[in-house]
């Protein structure tokens, strides 16, 4: 049965760094796009990062550039985002989802699978 499985949210103060994990299960992530996207109260959830299936290339939202890093870990079946600088704007629930094809989509509609998602919060 394929399944994701986030995990790695907490809570920080602006400037911390956290890491988020998706672990997946039933398939073979090296094959798929990988995307992280969140959602916050009150609004539409929106495309965070992604890695392709096929080169590895990745893709970042403007907001995230040069603070968000996503990468992949075959070995063990899993993508991570590794998030620093973190700014109070970037507190949401965060899911990581596979795409039914190897190439990156910043549309939700474009991902056929979905974790249950991990909180962040960025609070002093």
């Known amino acids: 049965q394929l399944q994701l499985v986030e995990s790695g949210g907490g809570l920080v103060q602006p400037g911390g760094s956290l890491r988020l994990s998706c672990a997946a299960s039933?398939?073979?992530?090296?094959?798929?796009?990988i995307g992280w996207f969140r959602q916050a109260p009150g609004k539409e959830r929106e495309g965070v990062s992604c890695?392709?299936?096929?080169?590895?290339?990745?893709y970042y939202e403007d907001s995230v550039k040069g603070r968000f890093t996503i990468s992949r870990d075959n070995a063990k079946n899993t993508v991570y985002l590794q998030m620093n600088n973190l700014k109070p704007e970037d507190t949401a629930v965060y899911y990581c989802?596979?795409?039914?094809?190897?190439?990156?989509?910043?549309?939700?509609?474009?991902?056929?699978?979905w974790g249950q998602g991990t909180q962040v919060t960025v609070s002093s």
């Open positions: 039933g398939f073979t992530l090296d094959y798929y796009a």
């Open positions: 989802a596979v795409a039914p094809h190897y190439y990156c989509s910043g549309e939700t509609r474009s991902y056929a699978y």
């Open positions: 890695i392709s299936g096929s080169d590895g290339s990745t």
